[in-house]
Structures are given as C-alpha cells and as structure tokens.
C-alpha cells in the first residue's frame, strides 16, 4: 500500500498520520476559500482561522495556560501573555486548530510550563495537536522547497548537499545547525524548537 504522504516521507503511527493529513485537508480547505493558486508561507494561520475556517478566535486574560479550544463551539483563545511573541502565538493558535480540527471531544489546554515541541507526549490528544501544528505551518512540500532555496541561497550545490543532509555527518550537523534550522524558522516564521520537532518527527534529524 502506498504512502499518503509524498514520496519518500512516511508516517506508520496512525495517530500522527491522521494529524498530518487533518493538517493537509485544512490547508487545501483554507486556500480553495481563499482563491489562492498555492499555500502562501508562512502560513497565515491567525487570518484564515477567523476567516476561512469560521472560528472564533481572539485573546484572553489567561494565567493557567497560553491558549485552549472548545472545539465543539469552535471556540480558540491565546493568551495574552504571549502576544508579544509572534512565533508562539502561531505554534499555538496551529495547536488549537488541531484541537479543533480533529475535532476532539474535550475542552483543551497548553500549560504555560508543557514542552511545546516535545514529541514525548502521554496525552494523545496533546501529541495529535502538536503534529497538527507542525504540519500546518511547515507543509512537508514547502519544507522539502525551503531546503533547495536556503541551499540556493548561501551558494550551496542544491542536490549534493540535501543528499548529504540524510546523513549523519560532523559537516551535516553544523550545516543542520547553522544554515538550514535557523533558515527554516526565519522562512516559516516558527521558532527553532517547532522546525527541531517537524524535522525530528519528518525522521530527517534525530529527534
């Protein structure tokens, strides 16, 4: 049976698989209502979930948490006490999308002290949402994209070094470390630890 995922990337964990393609279905359903030929990147998650996806979305005076749904009201706040930070704003209004979006049964929470980016979650209701985040923000198309143009732009021989990129080398790391990460984030407008994580769950790093 083949990959739903595009070559050569596969998920066997079904509840990560579901996230992922939750992620993908919402990303098509958010551009077809938008008009647009292609996912704009970074993705505009705050806009299309007040707009294409109908939820409502704001921020709240919270101390216990940085952001929750009720998704049978379809219902997303964010804290204010992270306003300020733009990247973990949009970690965790993806996350609450997820909540949302998987259309979980129970109102839900990220606590201010939870590892956001930490694969080594208990709560699969938690773990589906973070993959859910990743994968909305980071489409796997864009991300295999981003690694040809941030090759591209520092010089580097596009198919030699990505190749040389899926081993693990002294000279891969220090490029994982120095160039490709830190051009992710800035590319997808997530903070390190979110391209960390959707690099580590992809198998493309140790995670």
């Keep these: 049976m083949s990959s739903p995922l595009p070559f050569p990337f596969d998920e066997p964990r079904r509840e990560d698989l579901a996230a992922e393609l939750a992620a993908r279905d919402c990303l098509e359903e958010c551009r077809i209502k938008a008009g647009l030929k292609r996912i704009p990147i970074p993705v505009p998650v705050e806009d299309w979930i007040e707009g294409a996806l109908e939820i409502d979305y704001g921020f709240e005076?919270?101390?216990?948490?940085v952001g929750y749904a009720m998704p049978q009201e379809r219902v997303i706040r964010i804290a204010n006490m992270v306003a300020h930070d733009d990247c973990k704003v949009r970690w965790t209004a993806a996350h609450e999308l997820g909540h949302v979006y998987i259309e979980s049964p129970e109102e839900t929470?990220?606590?201010?002290?939870?590892p956001l980016y930490s694969s080594l979650y208990e709560n699969a209701s938690e773990r589906q949402a973070e993959r859910f985040a990743a994968a909305f923000l980071m489409p796997i198309e864009d991300l295999v994209d981003s690694l040809f143009k941030i090759s591209s732009d520092h010089g580097l021989e596009c198919f030699k070094t990505i190749t040389s990129l899926m081993r693990r080398t002294?000279?891969?790391e220090d490029l994982w470390r120095?160039?490709?990460?830190p051009g992710m984030a800035r590319h997808f407008n997530v903070a390190i630890p979110g391209v960390?994580?959707?690099?580590g769950e992809l198998r493309l790093i140790d995670g």
């Design 61 to 65: 005076e919270l101390t216990d948490c």
């Design 178 to 181: 120095r160039v490709f990460v």
């Design 109 to 114: 929470g990220i606590l201010p002290g939870d």
């Design 196 to 199: 960390l994580f959707r690099l």
């Design 170 to 172: 002294s000279r891969t």
